[in-house]
């Protein structure tokens, strides 16, 4: 059945796409993140002002000089100068990173009847998507429950499940592989969603209940399912290879864990520790030198000068 939430579908230019996640006054997060340099830089402002040509200008020459190019998904508290989940104003919109047979997972996003339709889905790669739902009336604690669920549901990245989040932004190429690839945007809803539109399947104790009355969807399970743990030290070898932080791989995986483990933080350290070694023995055998996590010190600065006070660490 059709969603009548559902738009005709339309590609969405970079400022298009900033200025309909965003209200134009809303502070917003920008990443800027080059793995060949090592270097990673963050602005917070206005989206506006990021949707204005003479940034996106900016980010352009990033891009097109190896860094990726990422966006905040929800807006920044006034005289914050940090993305952290504390920092975070309100909840504007909940998320799905797809990873693994993310096609199949997409496709069951749209079709199951239990989610509603999303309103942006990001082409990052080839087979690969991210999808984002505008919302209002979470808070910090149902939102993380909330993209958790769907993460488990969907086979989406266990630990892309924070408030904080940023995700690629359209128009520009992604850098992680080798083969190029131009980050797409479409539009396929525009309305705002609430907690009770998604029926999703409860992973943890503090996850999102269903609405009252409402039948509990029948369990979907993917074939081929693979264990937690497995999927565990799956996500700390690919954010490891990526260049994230590895205590900050550590701190989500022991967060995520943290109902399922007597000690989250050892099993999340011990994780990302095998997930090193793994690693560094893989590119000692195919001769790769780049660093597990670099310096995210940039050499030199920006021509874009930021904002004074919104200049800011990742």
């Known amino acids: ?172 190429t992604n850098r992680k592989y080798n083969e190029q690839f131009l980050v797409r945007a479409i539009q396929e809803a525009d309305q705002i969603y609430h907690l009770s539109d998604f029926a999703v399947h409860e992973d943890s104790p503090d996850a999102p209940r269903h609405r009252e009355g409402s039948r509990e969807p029948t369990q979907r399970m993917f074939s081929g399912r693979r264990s937690q743990s497995e999927a565990d030290w799956a996500y700390a070898k690919r954010t490891l290879a990526r260049g994230d932080s590895p205590e900050e791989i550590i701190r989500r995986i022991a967060d995520y864990r943290a109902d399922d483990k007597a000690d989250p933080d050892y099993y999340a350290r011990l994780t990302v520790t095998k997930a090193q070694a793994e690693l560094h023995r893989h590119r000692s055998v195919f001769g790769e030198t780049a660093e597990v996590h670099g310096p995210d010190s940039p050499s030199r600065p920006p021509r874009f000068e930021a904002p004074d006070g919104d200049r800011t660490r990742a």
């Open 1 to 172: 059945m059709k969603d009548p939430n559902a738009l005709s579908p339309r590609i969405l230019s970079p400022s298009e796409y900033i200025l309909a996640l965003h209200a134009p006054q809303d502070r917003i997060a920008v990443l800027v993140r080059n793995q060949v340099r090592g270097q990673t830089m963050q602005r917070i402002l206005a989206a506006e002002a990021i949707a204005s040509p003479l940034f996106l200008y900016w980010l352009i020459e990033q891009n097109e000089g190896g860094a990726d190019i990422f966006l905040g998904m929800n807006p920044v508290k006034d005289h914050c100068y940090n993305r952290t989940k504390e920092n975070i104003r309100e909840i504007r919109h909940v998320y799905l990173d797809l990873d693994e047979d993310a096609s199949a997972s997409l496709h069951a996003i749209r079709t199951t009847g239990d989610i509603p339709t999303p309103n942006f889905v990001l082409d990052t790669s080839p087979e690969k998507h991210q999808a984002i739902w505008r919302v209002e009336g979470l808070d910090h604690g149902q939102a993380e429950s909330l993209l958790r669920s769907l993460a488990t549901q969907f086979r989406g990245d266990i630990a892309a499940t924070d408030v904080c989040r940023v995700l690629r932004v359209p128009g520009f």
